[in-house]
């Protein structure tokens, strides 16, 4: 008697699946270990708390309520949001995290890919490379086609019109600003340039932009094929309730609503975005922590040799130094054919697995691009000082 678990079985399960899915190479998401006493400068998460009166207004709705379903449309959030940002209600949709919503933009305003050969305009969803690995895999999942291309060697926009493989009519177009996994933040004028001379949607993913020095939420609200995407996850330090949302011309809003899945934000994030933006003062002072702080350790891992890039965001990507023995020292273990790291040199691999073997996680990612650094979440000025300290030891 076969079980579940042999190799027909399986076979026979597989064959349930669509080819594309069987295909899909899912998105990675960062490490969330169970490890005591980890410093956890992974995932881009805020080092301080939601505001006591989120806490409380959080506490307060567990009750009676959870037994009913929420507002299917975050009524009230979206009310509140569009008096925040001078615009109407319809302006405005909510989704489970900014994901949701950007996959939503996929299946709204992209045509899954016809035929074998090139693609239409219809069927392109088009993004910069590096920038978020979500953006790729939503494209997979609908059947588009993809069109990545690549930043200059700074992280900066390319010349668009000089050579390159941006289409300006591709039906969907992401823009991560500022750029992760770079850190790089884009002017509005150059925000708006791209958006003038591109005639597709034009989707600005906005997720890190309270920790920049400025933010194009005016060109959704200029331009009607222009959406800004904003996540109460990064800033607000919300990612367990998991609420994003879009501001745009309300056409674009309508067809998203079309699709969106019913009562698609749970009760207890509204409740906690609500209570979010009634304590903006308490947000903000943490905005000036967290970029007081990414400025302070982007100069002591400066001296400490990395090359660490401007960032506009709640992170840095910093290159590290390859070399962490003395010159003599390396010298003399090669002359003895004895490698230690490869002749005293780390790769930022290394380094990612001696700062663990710390308690102090970061993230690298095997792109070509930035293989050779490592992204660096921002947290409390403690554990800047904790990270500072474990560099040292290990260049010691």
């Not at 989120?54 to 979206?78: C, E, H, I, M």
Request: glycine residues 6%.
């Amino acid at each position: 008697m076969q079980g579940f678990g042999s190799a027909p079985a399986l076979k026979a399960s597989q064959s349930l699946v669509r080819p594309l899915v069987r295909e899909l190479h899912a998105y990675v998401p960062g490490e969330q270990p169970k490890i005591k006493g980890l410093i956890k400068l992974n995932t881009n998460e805020n080092p301080y708390p939601p505001s006591s009166r989120v806490l409380k207004a959080v506490k307060a709705a567990v009750d009676g309520r959870l037994r009913l379903y929420p507002n299917p449309t975050a009524q009230l959030l979206r009310e509140k949001l569009a008096k925040l940002h001078r615009c109407k209600p319809d302006n405005i949709i909510v989704g489970n995290g900014s994901d949701e919503l950007l996959a939503m933009a996929v299946r709204a305003f992209v045509e899954p890919k016809s035929g074998a050969r090139g693609a239409r305009d219809s069927e392109i969803v088009q993004y910069f490379h590096p920038s978020y690995s979500l953006y790729p895999v939503l494209a997979d999942i609908h059947g588009a086609a993809k069109n990545a291309v690549s930043l200059d060697a700074n992280f900066g926009l390319p010349n668009l019109k000089r050579g390159g493989r941006w289409n300006f009519h591709a039906a969907l177009s992401f823009v991560t600003t500022p750029n992760a996994p770079s850190g790089h933040g884009y002017s509005l004028k150059e925000l708006d340039r791209l958006c003038r001379a591109t005639k597709g949607v034009v989707m600005l993913d906005e997720a890190y932009v309270d920790f920049a020095a400025e933010n194009a939420l005016q060109l959704a609200l200029k331009h009607s094929h222009v959406l800004v995407a904003r996540t109460f996850s990064k800033a607000y330090s919300l990612c367990f309730q998991r609420v994003g949302y879009f501001v745009g011309h309300p056409e674009l809003i309508a067809a998203l609503d079309k699709i969106r899945d019913s009562y698609n934000v749970n009760g207890l994030g509204q409740v906690a975005a609500l209570a979010t933006l009634e304590d903006l003062a308490y947000y903000r002072a943490n905005f000036r922590k967290v970029i007081s702080t990414r400025e302070g350790l982007s100069r002591e891992l400066t001296k400490l040799g990395f090359r660490v890039l401007p960032s506009q965001t709640n992170f840095i990507l910093a290159k590290p130094p390859g070399n962490v023995l003395p010159a003599s020292r390396r010298q003399k273990l090669q002359k003895q054919n004895r490698r230690q790291d490869g002749g005293g040199t780390l790769t930022a691999p290394a380094w990612l697995q001696r700062l663990r073997e710390k308690k102090i996680l970061v993230r690298w990612f095997n792109q070509p691009e930035v293989k050779d650094y490592l992204r660096i979440t921002i947290g409390t000025s403690a554990e800047a000082q904790a990270l500072v300290r474990a560099v040292k030891n290990i260049l010691q």
